[in-house]
């Protein structure tokens, strides 16, 4: 996620700044210990590894995961030639973040169990399982998340990895329909001891409070000049124009990783749906427009975007409070907000639900004999 203000626009791996799923923001990160420089042959190894990783720059998504691919190919090669290195703890922990990077929850889930269990003494040991939490939730396993993420945020002794806990128990609470619990749970973090947590929570329980209404309606300028805007080829750009559709509204930008890591499931569940009763409503924070109109074409979006040139001072990214890239707003065919903030396999799991068919009728019973 990218927030306002970010300048960091490249993927940069550091094992004391780890990246929870989904990029979560930086408030809930649990925090994490560099390992110690290895002084015998084996540490040596993790330590060059971990030097070539840690400094690398990409430039291009394309870059970062070549990056990533070689980093999990170098770090398994180093745990089966290295089994007894006292360094294997922290190549276990670090190849977690790598597949996290890289999208491969499943794969992170069981590096990072294996280091919870082999290794319950380990400074970070509460790191490893908070990011066992995070995966289960991203993975739908929520009430294996929700045990986790309950027994850190009660019993841990670290107030940073509680406050994390707690807020990650409040979006599995989110995610798993659990709403009552969820905003309870944000209520509670609004008084967090860490700024950017309390706010993070109240941005939270303005999403939740909006679910099931309909969002504020596309209008841009002042007073009695306000109108709906139009897009960037110059035709209206509005919710009522598609009304009765499962709308997807998309805030993001060409240099935004994580809306360009996001990119592909968002193009494979526009041309699942294309030609049926959906549509996505992309609203760029990009400044350049033909920077903009070339990464349009170079990547197929064939969809409506609006783009005004003002960044993060977008007139619409104004009107929805968005301060952080990419941020969607899914919506019902009634025009009610379903999901907001949803991205991954769980978006492309929630259009399908509401893509579905509704279910088959019952047929009319008989009627009943009447007397003879």
């Known amino acids: 996620m990218i927030r306002r203000g970010a300048s960091i626009l490249v993927l940069t791996l550091v094992l004391a700044a780890p990246v929870p799923a989904q990029d979560a923001p930086p408030p809930s990160e649990p925090p994490a210990t560099p390992p110690a420089a290895g002084d015998d042959a084996d540490g040596k190894i993790f330590d060059a590894l971990f030097q ?122 989110k995610e798993s329909g659990k709403t009552e619990e969820a905003m309870k749970a944000y209520e509670a973090l609004t008084r967090a001891a860490d700024e950017r947590i309390a706010a993070q929570a109240k941005s939270e329980l303005a999403d939740l409070a909006v679910l099931g209404h309909p969002p504020k309606p596309f209008l841009v300028g002042e007073g009695e000049t306000r109108a709906a805007p139009k897009d960037i080829d110059g035709k209206e750009f509005s919710l ?17 990783p994580p809306c360009r890591a996001e990119l592909p499931t968002v ?22 427009r033909e920077t903009l109109s070339k990464f349009l074409a170079t990547e197929g979006m064939t969809w409506p975007q609006y783009f005004d040139g003002k960044g993060w001072d977008n007139a619409l990214a104004r009107l929805f409070e968005v301060e952080s890239i990419p941020r969607t707003f899914l919506l019902d065919a009634e025009g009610n907000v379903r999901h907001v903030n949803v991205r991954g396999d769980a978006l492309a799991a929630a259009v399908d639900a509401l893509m579905a068919p509704p279910p088959a009728a019952d047929p009319p019973a008989p009627p009943a004999d009447g007397p003879k």
């Open 240 to 256: 009522a124009a598609y009304k009765g559709k499962v709308i997807l509204i998309d805030f993001w930008a060409t240099w935004c």
């Open 267 to 288: 193009k494979r569940i526009f041309e699942k749906y294309r030609d049926r009763n959906f549509i996505i409503l992309g609203i760029s924070l990009d400044e350049d």
């Open 52 to 173: 070539k990783l840690s400094t690398a720059e990409p430039n291009s998504q394309e870059e970062a995961d070549k990056l990533l691919d070689g980093a999990i190919a170098d770090f398994e090669g180093y745990l089966k030639e290295h089994p007894k290195s006292p360094k294997v703890p922290d190549a276990l922990f670090l190849l977690g973040q790598v597949y996290l990077r890289a999208r491969r929850s499943a794969d992170a889930l069981t590096r990072f169990q294996q280091f919870t269990k082999d290794h319950p003494t380990h400074p970070d040991i509460e790191a490893g399982r908070t990011y066992c939490g995070i995966i289960l939730t991203g993975l739908r396993q929520y009430d294996a998340a929700i045990a986790t993420l309950s027994d850190l945020a009660e019993h841990s002794t670290d107030e940073t990895i509680r406050e994390s806990a707690r807020l990650f128990l409040a979006q599995a609470y």
